[in-house]
């Protein structure tokens, strides 16, 4: 405590003013395990410490409060020596002068930067919080494209207990699965939490997710392109044959129907967009026959891109 109430974060943590995010991060949980109020029950004081270390933890974990903060530190030791017109003169823009108290500062700090902290801040007793206290766990679960297509089963080991999970067909990335009972658990509570499984695809290098649809890049001959032909191609169900229609262009966009993520409510497409691919060196016969194309050849690729140049 200082002066009109101001609170030394950094000293409350028991860490210096260059402590990194990890130190801080450290020095709170330390303090917060040793000063818990189930370790504590019905004890004042410790309920004082622990509401003053989670204010400080609230305030130096967030790098805009931690700036404000910082900030409200210098004004309060140059304060102290006499030097706070001056001080107020160069940072009028933060008006400290018009907190009358430091815990009009906090007040105001948290209220401009967090839901969060001021639920610390309020008068909500520590017995009405730990009632509310989130027990839900996040576990992050990566899968493969071909996972995510065709539904697996995954073994995972949450919070030192094995739990098999299956996940449907079509699951998408930002999906979450629910496990009741199996989140975090409230120190000499017994309630429990759910866990929240939350999905993310990997990236293929053939195949591309949009929603329910597939999509990939088909590298096509130049021929295949003018005459047309009907091809194999991979899929995720499998090989397939699909039509290329003759006079087909470069990026054109084919779809097989029904061949893409499937779930419970809908089932998507697979799209090939059609990508020229020609070879890196032409064969001698290869090179006659273009020849002869371009002795017949009556399209000029050029003639409306002058127009346009000219123009």
């Given at each position: 405590?200082?002066?009109?109430?101001?609170?030394?974060?950094?000293?409350?943590?028991?860490?210096?003013?260059?402590?990194?995010?990890?130190?801080?991060?450290?020095?709170?949980?330390?303090?917060?395990?040793?000063?818990?109020?189930?370790?504590?029950?019905?004890?004042?004081?410790?309920?004082?410490?622990?509401?003053?270390?989670?204010?400080?933890?609230?305030?130096?974990?967030?790098?805009?409060?931690?700036?404000?903060?910082?900030?409200?530190?210098?004004?309060?030791?140059?304060?102290?020596?006499?030097?706070?017109?001056?001080?107020?003169?160069?940072?009028?823009?933060?008006?400290?002068?018009?907190?009358?108290?430091?815990?009009?500062?906090?007040?105001?700090?948290?209220?401009?930067?967090?839901?969060?902290?001021?639920?610390?801040?309020?008068?909500?007793?520590?017995?009405?919080?730990?009632?509310?206290?989130?027990?839900?766990?996040?576990?992050?679960?990566?899968?493969?494209?071909?996972?995510?297509?065709?539904?697996?089963?995954?073994?995972?080991?949450?919070?030192?207990?094995?739990?098999?999970?299956?996940?449907?067909?079509?699951?998408q990335t930002g999906s979450k699965i629910c496990?009741?009972?199996?989140?975090?658990?409230?120190?000499?509570?017994?309630?429990?939490?759910?866990?929240?499984?939350?999905?993310?695809?990997?990236?293929?290098?053939?195949?591309?997710?949009?929603?329910?649809?597939?999509?990939?890049?088909?590298?096509?001959?130049?021929?295949?392109?003018?005459?047309?032909?009907?091809?194999?191609?991979?899929?995720?169900?499998?090989?397939?044959?699909?039509?290329?229609?003759?006079?087909?262009?470069?990026?054109?966009?084919?779809?097989?129907?029904?061949?893409?993520?499937?779930?419970?409510?809908?089932?998507?497409?697979?799209?090939?967009?059609?990508?020229?691919?020609?070879?890196?060196?032409?064969?001698?016969?290869?090179?006659?026959?273009?020849?002869?194309?371009?002795?017949?050849?009556?399209?000029?690729?050029?003639s409306s891109w002058f127009d346009q140049a000219?123009?």
């Amino acid at each position: 405590m200082g002066l009109n109430g101001f609170k030394d974060y950094f000293k409350i943590l028991g860490i210096s003013r260059n402590a990194t995010d990890k130190e801080i991060k450290s020095a709170f949980r330390k303090l917060a395990r040793k000063f818990h109020p189930d370790l504590h029950p019905n004890d004042k004081k410790a309920e004082s410490e622990f509401k003053e270390i989670n204010e400080a933890y609230e305030i130096l974990s967030d790098q805009e409060k931690k700036k404000s903060y910082e900030e409200y530190l210098s004004y309060w030791f140059t304060n102290s020596v006499g030097k706070s017109r001056d001080f107020h003169r160069k940072n009028k823009e933060k008006g400290f002068d018009d907190y009358l108290t430091f815990d009009d500062f906090f007040s105001d700090l948290i209220g401009r930067f967090s839901e969060v902290g001021q639920e610390i801040y309020s008068n909500i007793s520590l017995e009405k919080k730990s009632q509310s206290l989130n027990l839900d766990a996040e576990f992050d679960l990566q899968i493969t494209f071909f996972e995510a297509f065709n539904g697996t089963k995954k073994n995972l080991l949450v919070n030192d207990e094995r739990i098999e999970v299956e996940i449907p067909k079509g699951i998408q990335t930002g999906s979450k699965i629910c496990i009741k009972n199996k989140g975090n658990i409230q120190t000499g509570k017994g309630k429990r939490g759910d866990l929240l499984i939350v999905v993310s695809v990997k990236s293929h290098p053939i195949w591309k997710v949009k929603g329910l649809d597939v999509y990939a890049d088909l590298p096509i001959s130049l021929d295949e392109l003018a005459l047309g032909v009907q091809i194999s191609v991979a899929t995720p169900q499998g090989d397939k044959y699909l039509l290329i229609p003759s006079g087909s262009l470069p990026e054109q966009t084919l779809k097989l129907e029904g061949q893409g993520f499937q779930n419970i409510d809908a089932q998507g497409d697979l799209f090939f967009i059609l990508k020229l691919k020609l070879p890196e060196k032409w064969s001698d016969k290869e090179l006659i026959l273009l020849e002869k194309l371009r002795s017949v050849r009556r399209y000029d690729p050029r003639s409306s891109w002058f127009d346009q140049a000219c123009t």
